[in-house]
């Protein structure tokens, strides 16, 4: 079955780093199209990247680019959110979501924390 | 801000139908096909609905959507209890070139 599973997620302090990785199983994952969709503490969704099948086109919204790099290795069936000089409202529950005319398949998340 | 604009509640008494609107602009549901997303408290979001109206396998036709021009909208019918949720609207917009999704809104099902 489809399966995508997030972790890397934690405390950090503002300015920090931290690596998000989505390992999938259960499909081909080299031909879909990978998203990070975010949730805030009782917020709504926020969509923050996507990155191409084949990792030749990648998108950010607007108050990430420059901080966060999302990138894929097919033959580890990762993708992964570099985020770096991350702020307070960075602070949210990450979701990576498989594209297939919608995003089809969701992981459960991993919970991001930005404080001092 | 959110780019598309939902009511931010709806509700409706068991059996009932209640709609749930979703507005945006031509660089997106004007432009591009609309999805409905169900999360139920404490779970991921699930996909109800893509490219505007056509359902899944395993969700209930209770469940329609559709859009014209740049609105959108997603009609529950037969309401039941376990609908309470928040269903959440969203579709590429070719200017921002990222999803754009609506604030969500809360269904109670009084």
């Known amino acids: 079955q489809v399966q995508l599973v997030e972790s890397g997620g934690g405390v950090v302090q503002p300015g920090r780093s931290l690596r998000l990785s989505c390992t999938v199983s259960?499909?081909?994952?080299?031909?879909?199209?990978i998203h990070w969709v975010r949730q805030a503490p009782g917020k709504g969704l926020e969509w923050v990247a996507v990155?191409?099948?084949?990792?030749?086109?990648?998108y950010y919204r607007d108050s990430v680019k420059g901080r966060f790099t999302i990138s894929r290795d097919n033959s580890k069936n990762t993708v992964y959110l570099q985020m770096n000089s991350l702020r307070a409202e960075d602070t949210a529950l990450y979701y990576c979501?498989?594209?297939?005319?919608?995003?089809?398949?969701w992981g459960q998340g991993t919970l991001v924390t930005v404080s001092s | 801000q959110s780019v598309l604009t939902q009511p931010p509640s709806a509700s409706g008494a068991p059996g009932q139908r209640v709609t749930i609107s979703c507005s945006g602009s031509?660089?997106?549901?004007?432009?591009?096909?609309v999805n409905w997303y169900q999360q139920l408290p404490g779970t991921a979001p699930k996909f109800l609905i893509y490219?505007?109206?056509e359902r899944p396998s395993g969700v209930p036709d209770r469940f329609s959507g559709s859009k014209s021009g740049t609105s959108a909208s997603l009609a529950i019918s037969g309401l039941r209890s376990a609908d309470e949720a928040i269903y959440y609207c969203?579709?590429?917009?070719?200017?921002?070139?990222?999803?754009?999704f609506g604030g969500g809104t809360k269904l109670t099902v009084l």
């Open positions: 979501a498989r594209d297939y005319k919608t995003l089809d398949y």
């Open positions: 490219n505007n109206n």
């Open positions: 990155i191409w099948y084949d990792g030749s086109n990648k």
């Open positions: 259960g499909f081909t994952f080299s031909s879909y199209a």
């Open positions: 031509t660089s997106n549901i004007g432009s591009n096909t």
């Open positions: 969203a579709a590429w917009d070719a200017s921002l070139n990222g999803v754009v």
